[in-house]
T-cell receptor, first 111, second 112 residues
Framework: DGGITQSPKYLFRKEGQNVTLSCEQN?????MYWYRQDPGQGLRLIYY???????QKGDIAEGYSVSREKKESFPLTVTSAQKNPTAFYLC??????????FGSGTRLTVV | SQQGEEDPQALSIQEGENATMNCSYK?????LQWYRQNSGRGLVHLIL?????REKHSGRLRVTLDTSKKSSSLLITASRAADTASYFC????????????FGRGTSLIVHP
């Protein structure tokens, strides 16, 4: 079945560590997105990529980095520069002007 | 970026009742989408309505779109406890790159 796989489901980060969240899709979608969701809040756009080897900053890109070397993969790195990384991270993809397909999310906690 | 804002922020009803939630946006759109999110899970796409459509049905879901008022509503009929979730709208812009944004959602609780 086609879909988006995010891993891991839960991730714990120590202060000063970089961590990478994985997002893989087998839908052959061109565009992929990373969102952050805080408790009781909506989704805020971190980064997006509309084509391989190209990506753009969203509304809250500071402290995050991404790469898009392959169409099916869009990993997100939460760097030590992100001072408040504890949140729920959602990856999504889309083809054309249709609805998003979302992954099941990664919950990141700073310990 | 476009913005959809849902209203009310929270809604509590009894099983069997209808639930209506609204979404307002600011600029012209190509389409509007509704999503559902169960606690701690990703968003699930429910329904998409295009700017030239006024009403769309899918099972117990009914979506309306009024482009003159820049608003949409999602009606869930004969609600069930399993409908308990947060519901979000997202708008697709009228042209250019497709970067819809999401509001804070409506938190729906259906009591059995």
């Amino acid at each position: 079945d086609g879909g988006i796989t995010q891993s891991p489901k839960y991730l714990f980060r120590k202060e000063g560590q970089n961590v990478t969240l994985s997002c893989e899709q087998n839908l052959n979608h061109d565009a992929m997105y990373w969102y952050r969701q805080d408790p009781g809040q909506g989704l805020r756009l971190i980064y997006y990529s509309q084509i391989v080897n190209d990506f753009q900053k969203g509304d809250i890109a500071e402290g995050y980095s991404v790469s898009r070397e392959k169409k099916e993969s869009f990993p997100l790195t939460v760097t030590s520069a992100q001072k408040n990384p504890t949140a729920f991270y959602l990856c999504a993809s889309i083809q054309g002007n249709n609805g998003y397909t979302f992954g099941s999310g990664t919950r990141l906690t700073v310990v | 970026s476009q913005q959809g804002e849902e209203d009310p922020q929270a809604l509590s009803i009894q099983e069997g009742e209808n639930a209506t939630m609204n979404c307002s946006y600011k600029t012209s759109i190509n389409n509007l989408q509704w999503y559902r999110q169960n606690s701690g899970r990703g968003l699930v796409h429910l329904i998409l309505i295009r700017s030239n459509e006024r009403e769309k049905h899918s099972g117990r879901l009914r979506v309306t779109l009024d482009t003159s008022k820049k608003s949409s509503s999602l009606l869930i009929t004969a609600s069930r406890a399993a409908d308990t979730a947060s519901y979000f709208c997202a708008t697709g812009p009228g042209g250019g790159s497709y970067i819809p944004t999401f509001g804070r959602g409506t938190s729906l609780i259906v009591h059995p």
